[in-house]
Every structure is written in structure tokens, then in C-alpha cells.
């Protein structure tokens, strides 16, 4: 037996017993220490997929449209254009600055993905914490009795019987570690690691997208104004050409019908404005939530102002896999599940755990710490399931499941970003083109309608050519809001999509 001398707090010194470990124990030790680690996990590489090196929609049009400009390579690739952090500044609205800054602030959907971020944080810190021994003490007392009560002998006489009472004061320690041997403990950091970065990720993810909401609502709000405003002035119109037919009609120079067509468009274009009001009404509610507002605590001025798109600069598709977030995070799940299938496979293989216990036990509180009260233990256990109904093969197989269904969500986040960014370019580069034909078109239907507008007060023409030439005029305006907002919507989008600084949180 080896004696280990342990310094004592005060004068009563004493000598604690601890026999020497067997030396099968320490070779035990010693190779469970040298087989954790191991790990099961099969080998990750990211999911592969054939990406082009340009966007089939990037054409020499829609850098002449100034929607996107081609990628620089050589000696200029060393100062390419970016997106800004903040990229809805590009637009000059101070209005949607700061209705971006209170989103940022207050956004619901942006707390929750904190929240989960948090969560999953959490919880690699308790996968970690698998990796270390536990410790805990314990301490107890009691008292009981033993050999009390009564008896019957054998003339049916109850004899009384007297026992003894004891007591039981405890104090100790316990340890257990379970050794790592087969990298199921590290899968699960491992796991719950590549799960933070996706959580991160999706905050990134769910940053731009509230941002993008934000900026499009607004873009909406105010075509709504647009569309209000343009009502208005033309209802305005309407009235003057509705009294000059009433007028004509006392007069005996235009008919009944004239005036009746002169009050249906009239009444008509009413609905409309109303129409437009409801719509602008609910955008404001909408921009409201968005800010993490109550609509009745909300308001803002009416501008009827469209901002201008600015242009998008270059970005190859390899480079928009390396910065949108929702890619990111759907890699990450992906590496996460490729560690699940590790973790299942360790459930195949003998779990080892050391324990140890030490403490004083005795019947008298006042020298329970005295050496003659010490016990302890230590050993190892070894523990494996030898049959389980195929349940460990059925996890398995499901590890395996989900591995293939986040790589096949990868694949789809990737391709469906893909066809976001192709669907926006060429509508933000048509819709540029479009827009001016539009404005030509409205530039020759109010043409058209000065023209009408004589010739009926000349009377060499109904007022249905008037009528009809006002309605064409209201039409192309209106389809000119609508391009010029659906227009927004399309560079929003690449913005959106381009925007490479976004930063996850740690």
C-alpha cells in the first residue's frame, strides 16, 4: 500500500490510504485514451453542382441598360464594384434609410432568428460539455431502526421486542467520464457546431430578407401614392369635361348619351381612387409590422415619389454562392447531418466510462472526517447493446436520409437563388427598355387626346373619341407607375442578391 501525504487546513494532521491502481487498469486507461477521438463520421465535402461562370441573363443588353455590367478580370479585377453594407442607400431616400434603421432595430422576424441563434449556441455548449468528466458530491443522514417490534411465540402471547437505532452520516464524491472512443461525444459538437453557423446564417439570411421587405413595400407604398395622385388629377379632368358636356348638352349641341358616358367615366375613375387608397393604406400597415409596429402607431407622409433604380454591378454566379447567407446555411446543414451519421454509427461500438467515488461514512457526525471512516472506489464500465431489433441500423439509415435531404435542399436553395437572380436581371433589363416605350406611349396618348379634345369642341367628333382618348391617356399612365415599380422590384431583388457584406454573427 503507498501513503500520500496530504496537507492538512489545521493542526490535525492525518494520513490517508489509497492503494496503488492495478497496472491492467492503467493499461486500459491508456488505450481508451489513445482510441478517443476516433471518429466514424464519413467523409464531408460539400454537394457538388454544375455552376456557369456567368448568368445566362447578363447579356451586353442589360449592361447597356445599366442593370448589370460585365465582370472585370486582369488588372481591374484588382478594384471591383461593390455592393455596400447598407445597399438600399444606393436608391438616395432618406425616408427608406430610416425606416431601414428602425427595422434593423425592432424587426420580429430578425428577434426570432437571434432567439434561434441563441438556442443553438446553447446548445453546443452542452454537446461540448460531453467531452469532460461530470463531478458532484453528495452528502446525507439518517437515522433508523432496526430489530423493533412485536412477536407472537407460541402460546399466541405478543411479545414485545426491543431493537436498535442507528445512524448514518455520509459525505463523498463522485466522477464519472464517459471516454470518447468512438467520435460519438465530438459528432455531436460537431453537429451542433455546423447547426450555429446555419443559425447564423439564417439571421444573416433573415437580415436581408426583412431588408428587402422593407425596401419593396415602400417602393409600393409610394406607387400607390403615385397611382392616388395621378386619380386624383385626372378626376379633377373629368369633372371639367363632364360640365362641358352638361353645358353642351343645355345647349342642344351633345346628346344624352354623351353625358352619361361623361358621368360613368367619372364614377368610374372614383372607384378607382378608392381602390388605390385601400391599397396605400395597407402597404402602410404592412411597413408598420415590418418595423415591429402597431399599424395605429404608424404614419408616414405621403410624397407619391418613385426613387430611381440604380445600377447593379458585376457579380459571377460562383461569387453569389460564396455571399448569400441562405446558401450558407443550407451548406451548413448539410455538414451538419454528415455528423449525425458518425454519432449513429458509434451506437454499434462498446461505451466506456470511468467512475470514481470517494467520501467518509459513519454513525457518529462528529468524526465522520476521520480517516478510519474513508471509503472510495474506482473502474471502469463497459457497456454495449447486443441486440436492439435492428434499431440502431434503422438510425443509421436515417442519419443517412437526412444527409441526402440536405443535400438535396442544398442543391435547391442554390438553384432556386440562381433563377431568382436570371428571373430579375432580365426583367430589370426589360423593364428598363419597356419603361421608356411606355413613356413614349403616354407622351403620344395625351397627344392623341388634345387632339380629340379639340375636334369634339369643334363638333367634328363624338364625345366617345374623347372619352376613349382619356381613357388611353389614364391607361398608360398607370402602366407606367406599374413598370417603374415592377422595375424597382427586379433591381431590389439583385441588390438584395449581390449585397456581399453581409456579416453573420459569431
Known amino acids: 500500500m503507498k501513503k500520500i501525504a496530504c496537507k492538512p487546513m489545521d493542526d490535525k494532521r492525518k494520513l490517508l490510504t489509497f492503494p496503488k491502481p492495478p497496472a491492467a487498469m492503467t493499461v486500459l486507461f491508456l488505450s481508451a485514451s489513445m482510441l478517443a477521438g476516433c471518429s466514424l463520421q464519413p467523409s464531408y465535402q460539400v454537394p457538388r453542382l454544375a455552376v456557369p461562370a456567368q448568368f445566362k441573363e447578363a447579356t451586353p443588353e442589360a449592361a447597356q441598360a445599366g442593370i448589370w455590367q460585365p465582370a472585370r478580370h486582369g488588372a481591374d479585377a484588382a478594384a471591383p464594384d461593390a455592393v455596400p453594407e447598407k445597399w438600399w442607400t444606393t436608391y438616395g431616400d432618406e425616408t427608406l434609410n430610416r425606416l431601414q434603421d428602425e427595422a434593423a432595430a ?18 453546443v455548449a452542452g454537446s461540448r460539455a460531453g467531452l469532460f468528466p461530470t463531478l458532484s458530491t453528495t452528502g446525507s443522514g439518517s437515522r433508523a431502526l432496526t430489530g423493533g417490534g412485536t412477536y407472537v411465540n407460541s402460546n399466541n402471547e405478543n411479545i414485545a421486542r426491543s431493537g436498535s437505532i442507528n445512524n448514518t452520516f455520509s459525505l463523498g464524491l463522485n466522477a464519472s467520464w464517459e471516454l470518447d472512443l468512438w467520435g460519438r461525444l465530438s459528432g455531436q459538437v460537431d453537429a ?70 361623361a358621368q360613368a367615366q367619372y364614377k368610374s375613375t372614383q372607384a378607382q381612387l378608392l381602390e388605390a387608397q385601400i391599397t396605400r393604406a395597407q402597404y402602410e400597415h404592412a411597413l408598420a409590422a415590418l418595423l415591429g409596429k402597431a399599424p395605429a402607431a404608424f404614419s408616414l407622409p405621403a410624397t407619391a415619389q418613385l426613387p430611381i433604380p440604380p445600377a447593379v454591378p458585376a457579380m ?18 448539410v455538414a451538419a447531418a454528415n455528423a449525425q451519421i458518425g454519432v449513429a454509427r458509434a451506437a454499434f461500438f462498446p461505451s466506456l466510462t470511468l467512475s470514481a467515488s470517494a ?43 437526412a444527409l441526402d435531404l440536405a443535400a438535396a435542399a442544398y442543391k435547391q436553395t442554390v438553384i432556386t437563388a440562381l433563377q431568382e437572380v436570371e428571373d430579375n436581371l432580365v426583367a430589370a433589363s426589360r423593364l428598363a427598355q419597356e419603361q421608356q416605350v411606355q413613356t413614349e406611349a403616354l ?53 438584395k442578391n449581390v449585397a456581399g457584406r453581409w456579416q453573420p454573427q459569431p
Do not use: C, H
Open 106 to 123: 425592432a424587426n420580429p422576424s430578425l428577434e426570432q432568428a437571434v432567439a434561434r441563434l441563441r438556442t443553438a449556441q446553447a446548445a
Open 316 to 333: 459571377l454566379a460562383t461569387t453569389l454562392l460564396e455571399q448569400r447567407p441562405d446558401i450558407a446555411a443550407a451548406e451548413r446543414r
Open 443 to 495: 407622351a403620344a396618348a395625351r397627344k392623341a387626346l388634345t387632339v380629340a379634345g379639340n375636334q369634339y369642341q369643334a363638333g367634328t367628333v363624338t364625345y366617345l373619341n374623347v372619352l376613349s382618348a382619356q381613357t388611353t391617356v389614364l391607361s398608360a399612365e398607370n402602366n407606367l407607375i406599374n413598370v417603374r415599380n415592377r422595375r424597382l422590384t427586379a433591381v431590389n431583388t439583385l441588390l
Open 192 to 261: 451542433s457546431r455546423a447547426s450555429v453557423q446555419a443559425s447564423s446564417d439564417d439571421l444573416a439570411a433573415a437580415r436581408l430578407s426583412a431588408q428587402a421587405s422593407v425596401a419593396q413595400t415602400y417602393f409600393s407604398l409610394r406607387a400607390a401614392e403615385a397611382q392616388d395622385r395621378l386619380l386624383r388629377e385626372t378626376l379633377a379632368n373629368y369633372a371639367q369635361s363632364l360640365k362641358l358636356t352638361q353645358n353642351r348638352y343645355r345647349s342642344g349641341v351633345a346628346s344624352s348619351a354623351d353625358v352619361a358616358q
Open 359 to 401: 467520501g467518509y461514512r459513519n454513525s457518529a457526525l462528529s468524526n465522520l472526517l476521520d480517516a478510519p471512516n474513508l471509503f472510495w472506489s474506482l473502474g471502469p464500465a463497459l457497456a454495449m447493446n447486443l441486440f436492439d431489433g435492428g434499431a440502431r441500423s434503422a438510425a443509421v439509415e436515417s442519419a443517412r436520409g
